[in-house]
Nanobody, 122 residues
Framework: VQLVESGGGLVQPGGSLRLSCAAS????????MSWYRQAPGKERELVAV????????NYADSMKGRFTISRDNAKNTVYLQMNSLKPEDTAVYYC????????????????WGQGTQVTVSS
């Protein structure tokens, strides 16, 4: 199983970035996908989640209206479009896969990527 994030980098406040997470080694289309982030000295927090078919999404309150999660099951890839970035968005962003969706939560698998750094600074 591999989750490989890309697209991070340095961006000025107000700018945009699009993160990608390429998945392999499992049946991507039956897993919910999420983005988490972890800033220095802080706990990892959920950014956004999308269901296996992409029919439903959910966001942390501070990201609503600025971030958009999407997925392409044909490409085994999940995306995070980040707009109107703020310095407080600076963090390592992690991709997460949890599923399969039809399995009880306590029996689901949980996979993580290695993270990609996003730095918002002028």
């Amino acid at each position: 199983v591999q989750l490989v994030e890309s697209g991070g980098g340095l961006v000025q406040p107000g700018g945009s970035l699009r993160l990608s997470c390429a998945a392999s080694g499992f049946t991507f289309s039956i897993y919910a996908m999420s983005w988490y982030r972890q800033a220095p000295g802080k706990e990892r927090e959920l950014v956004a989640v999308i269901t296996s078919a992409g029919s439903s999404t959910n966001y942390a309150d501070s990201m609503k209206g600025r971030f958009t999660i999407s997925r392409d099951n044909a490409k085994n890839t999940v995306y995070l479009q980040m707009n109107s970035l703020k310095p407080e968005d600076t963090a390592v962003y992690y991709c997460n896969a949890r599923g399969p969706w039809h399995v009880l939560p306590k029996y689901q698998f949980d996979y993580w990527g290695q993270g990609t750094q996003v730095t918002v600074s002028s």
